[in-house]
């Protein structure tokens, strides 16, 4: 009989002593699995760049979309990026100057938000840091324009994630505030086309 409770005390303390999801952990789990669910994802933006080279801080506010087929605009100031499922478009409207560059047979495009859309498929979630915040370790074989590692951070009140912290192939420290975040169960191809004006000068990249 004692060898019986016995068994059952140790059975609830091995219970008791099992690592429990957080809160924050349960919401960074329920927000990957819907992003990875959805047809589409749109949210609004503000990306602020730190050169410690020439110490300044440039900031700019934009609008992300990406579809689950790996389509992807991306309007940052004056800049839009644009993947249109063949042909990659970087335009200045500033400058009135765009590159086009199509994808060969078995290329693929990754921009460095698009893995927001499946995170799991791009990143392991390696520890947690300061914070609601979580480091985010890039899976082998995971293509190289993305960064190694990104620092993401939740905002439990509201639900979401707020911040992602990265450093670029420049060395330079990128934060992408995250506002407004929509969900679509269907995927309108107008946003993923672009047909440049007259004043806009198109370079063509082989």
Known sequence: MKCKQFQVTLSLFLMLGLPALTGAEELLDKIKREWSAAKLISFDVTIAVESEVFNSVDSAPGNVVIAEDGRYRASIGDDLFLFDGQCIWEVSFANLQATCQCLKEGER???????LKDIDSYYRTASSVKGDGYLLVKNKGTGEALPDSIN????????????LEYYDLNSEKNRVFLHDVKLQSEIG????K???????EVITLP
């Open 109 to 115: 495009f990754e921009n460095r938000l698009v893995f």
């Open 152 to 163: 993401l951070y939740l905002d439990r009140k509201a639900g979401r994630i707020s911040l």
């Open 189 to 192: 191809d107008e946003v993923f």
């Open 194 to 200: 672009y047909l440049p004006s007259d004043s806009i």
